[in-house]
């Protein structure tokens, strides 16, 4: 009888760099792995040997390798994940980091920490990865036909309490300031280092049911703003795995409403920036299904101001209107009710001002040059000077409007003070409006202001 050929295994280098870390001896770790195990109704009896075993490059079967990630993110205070350990077997193919919304909680922990670790070390398949439309589409299903966390308490790591919530929230609050004043581009890397190096260890913590919620609600705002800022650093294949997860923090934090706001403010968004204009409408009523009953008007103006902006690029004329009516009516209701306090932080934001820019956007993709106009003038009076991105956007949406209107000559007067904006901010989004902006004022070329224009901007840009 012919002998068996073997199968050569490579050593677990990586398993034992984590053990060495811990500090944990082959036994200690089994009996951690065993005691977790047990904490999820599983009978384990690994000893010693085993974990020899696996350090030869065997690879336990079943739930055993999260169980084994767990445990040793426990003794280490900080999320492990099963790539990270090396006993990922293809389940955690590093070019799906962050593309899935993960069906338990567990799941959602180890996913977002792997993104953030993984764009702190800037991996190149996150960077310069393409956008599919499907990627968003997919996880709005997910979220719209799952049920809520039943529970989402721990009680391995350090306890975490309401004022390190609160820590979270404050930070977030600061750095979008940062973020609207000088652009994505100085302040998206102390958020990603944020995010894999404190909060990450909150999240692997131990909390109890309610500073739980309140805890995956205020990671996921800011994990939406670390999205938004890839958006804004030129990077929108990074943003779609940061807005997914952002998704799936909402829902572990219970928060409906949130979650619709992802899927209208940031993915739908993104959808926009890309040119897929159905998308844009599905992902904004997918919002408003999911969070029906569970938002404010303000929320509701936001949700149907962005649905608005799909059928404007589809050309539908029609349904455009029809829907911007509704947001403009849900903001006018927003404004009846402005003493109420009822608006959550995430949508304060949302007033006039911003409801004029989306309009405005409807109106110039439709060329329907003079309402454009008009409701980028509301939007610029509207916005504080705090606001720097979004007024020098309102600007070039402005200045788009009035060569519409053959106004060249104004057009570029306007443009120019975008410009003066735009050389105090690091912003993508900023230089590919200035982009379209140029390429509206290519037919106008040979007159004298175009020439200018384009005249300063190489300066500009020397």
């Given at each position: ?244 997860q952002a998704l799936r923090l909402a829902q572990a934090a219970g928060d409906r409403g949130y979650g619709g706001y992802v899927l209208a403010a940031s993915m739908s968004h993104l959808a926009a920036q890309l040119g897929n204009p159905r998308e844009i409408a599905q992902l ?179």
């Amino acid at each position: 009888m012919a002998a068996r050929p073997l199968v050569a295994r490579q050593p677990n280098e990586r398993l034992q760099a984590l053990i060495q870390e811990a500090g944990c001896s082959n036994a200690g770790l089994a009996r951690r792995v065993n005691m977790c195990g047990a904490e999820h109704g599983l009978d384990l009896r690994y000893d010693k040997t085993s974990v020899a075993r696996w350090l030869r490059g065997q690879q336990p079967r079943g739930r055993a390798p999260g169980i084994i990630a767990e445990a040793l993110g426990r003794k280490l205070g900080r999320t492990v994940t099963i790539d990270e350990i090396g006993m990922a077997n293809g389940k955690n193919l590093a070019s799906g980091i962050g593309l899935q919304f993960s069906p338990t909680v567990l799941g959602a922990i180890e996913q977002v920490c792997e993104l953030w670790r993984s764009d702190v070390g800037r991996r190149d398949f996150l960077s310069g990865s393409s956008v599919a439309s499907s990627a968003l589409v997919e996880p709005s299903r997910d979220w719209l036909i799952t049920g809520a966390d039943h529970q989402v308490a721990r009680t391995a790591g350090s306890r975490v309490g309401p004022s390190d919530v609160e820590a979270v929230r404050a930070t977030t609050q600061a750095l979008q300031a940062l973020d609207h004043r000088f652009g994505a581009g100085h302040v998206r890397p102390i958020v990603v280092h944020y995010l894999n190096s404190v909060v990450s260890g909150l999240l692997s913590g131990s909390y109890r049911e309610s500073v739980g919620r309140e805890l995956f609600g205020a990671v996921a705002r800011l994990t939406e703003l670390a999205g938004y800022m890839a958006v804004d650093t030129g990077q929108p294949g990074l943003a779609q795995r940061y807005y997914i997860q952002a998704l799936r923090l909402a829902q572990a934090a219970g928060d409906r409403g949130y979650g619709g706001y992802v899927l209208a403010a940031s993915m739908s968004h993104l959808a926009a920036q890309l040119g897929n204009p159905r998308e844009i409408a599905q992902l904004a009523r997918a919002a408003q299904e999911g969070a029906r009953g569970r938002v404010t008007p303000r929320a509701e103006a936001m949700f149907y101001a962005a649905e608005a902006r799909g059928h404007a690029l589809l050309g539908d004329e029609r349904t455009c209107g029809a829907v911007a009516a509704k947001a403009q009516s849900a903001m006018e209701k927003a404004h009846d009710e402005a003493d109420s306090g009822d608006d959550p932080t995430w949508i304060a934001h949302f007033d006039q001002a911003y409801l004029a820019d989306e309009l405005a956007h409807c109106h110039r993709d439709l060329g329907q040059a003079d309402a454009a106009a008009r409701r980028a003038n509301e939007s610029l009076a509207g916005h504080p000077d705090s606001r720097v991105r979004r007024r020098a956007i309102g600007l070039v949406l402005l200045a788009s409007a009035q060569v519409q209107q053959r106004e060249v000559e104004q057009a570029c007067h306007t443009g120019t003070r975008a410009v003066e904006l735009l050389s105090t901010l690091r912003s993508n989004r900023g230089a590919e409006y200035l982009e379209d902006f140029q390429q509206r004022l290519a037919p106008y070329r040979d007159e004298p202001a175009v020439r200018e224009f384009g005249a300063r901007i190489e300066v500009q840009a020397a």
